[in-house]
C-alpha cells in the first residue's frame, strides 16, 4: 500500500473510481466526481491534502480537502476545514483501506496546523478516526435548527483548544453543490463515462433517513 499526493495524470482515473465508488450509494447515480472534477480549480481546495492510495500500483482510494467556516455567535468568522468526497474502489471496501487513508490524511492536517475539522458522515464509522457530533462542542449546522443534534455532522479539534469560547454555524463550502447548480454542466460531464445503469434502492432511503 502506498500513499501519495494526486498528480495531474491521476485526474481522470480518480474521477473514475470516484463515480464507482459512488454509484447508487446515496441517490440513483452520483455527482461526487463532478464536484471533484470542479474543485481541483477553486481557491478553496487544498492540494496538500489531496491523496491517492494504490495498492499494487493501481489506485483504489482518494481523498480530497477544502477550505470551509465557521460563523460564530459573536460575529467572529473561525476558519474551518472539510474533507471529501473521500473514495475507495468496491473492491476493496470494508477492509481498512479508507480508515488508514483517511488517519493517515488528518495527520498532515494536524502536521499543517490545521484547528478543526468538520463534516458530514456516519458517526459508527468517523469515531474510529476521532470525530465526534459537533454539536458536543457547540458546533451547529447550517441545514439544521441550532438546537438540534445533528447525527450525520461530525467535528474533530486538531489543535487542542481552537474551538474554546467558540459557539458558531458550520457552512459547507458552496463547490459541494455545483451539479445541482449547474445541471446541464453535469449531464454533459456524465456523458464522457461509460454508462451505468442508476437504481433506486431501499439503502438509500435510509441513509437519507438517518
Same mark, same amino acid.
Given at each position: 500500500m502506498n500513499i501519495r499526493l494526486e498528480q495531474p495524470e491521476d485526474y481522470r482515473e480518480v474521477e473514475n473510481l470516484t463515480r464507482e465508488a459512488f454509484w447508487n450509494v446515496y441517490a440513483p447515480g452520483c455527482v461526487e466526481h463532478f464536484v471533484l472534477h470542479h474543485y481541483r480549480n477553486n481557491p478553496d481546495f487544498i492540494p496538500e491534502l489531496d491523496y491517492v492510495m494504490e495498492e499494487d500500483g493501481r489506485i483504489i482510494g482518494h481523498i480530497m480537502y477544502s477550505?470551509?467556516?465557521?460563523?460564530?455567535?459573536?460575529?467572529?468568522?473561525?476558519?474551518?476545514?472539510?474533507?471529501? @468526497?473521500?473514495?475507495?474502489?468496491?473492491?476493496y471496501k470494508r477492509k481498512g483501506y479508507g480508515l488508514k487513508l483517511l488517519n493517515y490524511s488528518i495527520g498532515k492536517a494536524r502536521e499543517m496546523g490545521v484547528g478543526v475539522l468538520c463534516m458530514e458522515g456516519n458517526i459508527d464509522f468517523y469515531r474510529h478516526a476521532g470525530f465526534v457530533l459537533a454539536s458536543s462542542l457547540n458546533i451547529h449546522y447550517h441545514a439544521e435548527p441550532?438546537?438540534?443534534?445533528? @447525527?450525520?455532522?461530525l467535528a474533530q479539534e486538531l489543535t487542542p483548544g481552537y474551538l474554546n469560547g467558540m459557539e458558531g454555524t458550520y457552512h459547507t463550502p458552496k463547490g459541494y453543490y455545483i451539479a445541482f447548480e449547474h445541471p446541464e454542466a453535469f449531464e454533459e460531464f456524465e456523458a464522457t463515462f461509460p454508462f451505468k445503469e442508476k437504481k433506486v434502492l431501499d439503502s438509500q432511503l435510509q441513509t437519507m433517513t438517518q
Open positions: 477550505k470551509a467556516e465557521i460563523t460564530g455567535e459573536d460575529g467572529r468568522v473561525l476558519p474551518a476545514w472539510t474533507f471529501g @468526497p473521500i473514495s475507495i474502489h468496491p473492491d441550532k438546537e438540534s443534534v445533528v @447525527p450525520y455532522f
